[in-house]
T-cell receptor, first 110, second 113 residues
Framework: EDQVTQSPEALRLQEGESSSLNCSYT??????LFWYRQDPGKGPEFLFT???AGEEKEKERLKATLTKKESFLHITAPKPEDSATYLC???????????FGIGTKLQVIP | EPEVTQTPSHQVTQMGQEVILRCVPI?????FYWYRQILGQKVEFLVS????????KSEIFDDQFSVERPDGSNFTLKIRSTKLEDSAMYFC???????????FGPGTRLTVL
């Protein structure tokens, strides 16, 4: 069964304290990996798509990387407005289904 | 910037009643999806829709659920006889192509009493 596991489930950082979130996946034939941000009571907001091992993408303080078994979301010098739940997801099943991880709830303290 | 919209934002219904959740996907997108998220749990895939038919569905999407694209812009999810456990946030999403990023709407919070 396709699985997406994210760690840690919760992370509390001081403003400016860099860290990384992990997403490990088990899927037959990776067709891409997505990172989303979700604020409380809102829909997931698309951040990145990664397609192949070694690929990296950046957006402001966020950088996503991909290996053959996991992806990392690096957050450099986070600000309080980066506080959110970060979701990792992969196409799975017949590939139109997308399987999400439980997410990492990030809190950045001023 | 184009976005997915959903109505209503919050729906309260009695157990056993039918509800219809509405979505307007991004206009040039071809693939449409419904997901649900029970409070505190992960986002779960319900169904995908392409070329006016269901292309994939999960085990959650049983006979109580149906989807329809009644015109060129709307995409609906119907739950025929709601149960308490159907209480959740329901998200609509759309994508331009297969395996590309999906863009999500703001969600409809469904409360079944």
């Amino acid at each position: 069964e396709d699985q997406v596991t994210q760690s840690p489930e919760a992370l509390r950082l001081q403003e400016g304290e860099s860290s990384s979130l992990n997403c490990s996946y088990t899927v037959s034939g990776l067709r891409g990996l997505f990172w989303y941000r979700q604020d409380p009571g809102k829909g997931p907001e698309f951040l990145f798509t990664l397609y192949s091992a070694g690929e990296e993408k950046e957006k402001e303080r966020l950088k996503a990387t991909l290996t053959k078994k996991e992806s990392f979301l690096h957050i450099t010098a986070p600000k309080p407005e980066d506080s959110a739940t970060y979701l990792c997801a992969v196409p799975s099943g017949g590939y139109q289904k997308v399987t999400f991880g439980i997410g990492t709830k990030l809190q950045v303290i001023p | 910037e184009p976005e997915v919209t959903q109505t209503p934002s919050h729906q309260v219904t009695q157990m056993g009643q039918e509800v219809i959740l509405r979505c307007v996907p991004i206009s040039n997108h071809l693939y449409f999806y419904w997901y649900r998220q029970i409070l505190g749990q992960k986002v779960e895939f319900l169904v995908s829709f392409y070329n006016n038919e269901i292309s994939e569905k999960s085990e959650i999407f049983d006979d109580q659920f149906s989807v329809e694209r009644p015109d060129g812009s709307n995409f609906t999810l119907k739950i025929r006889s709601t149960k308490l456990e159907d209480s959740a946030m329901y998200f609509c999403a759309s994508s331009e192509a297969l395996w590309e990023e999906q863009f999500f709407g703001p969600g409809t919070r469904l409360t079944v009493l």
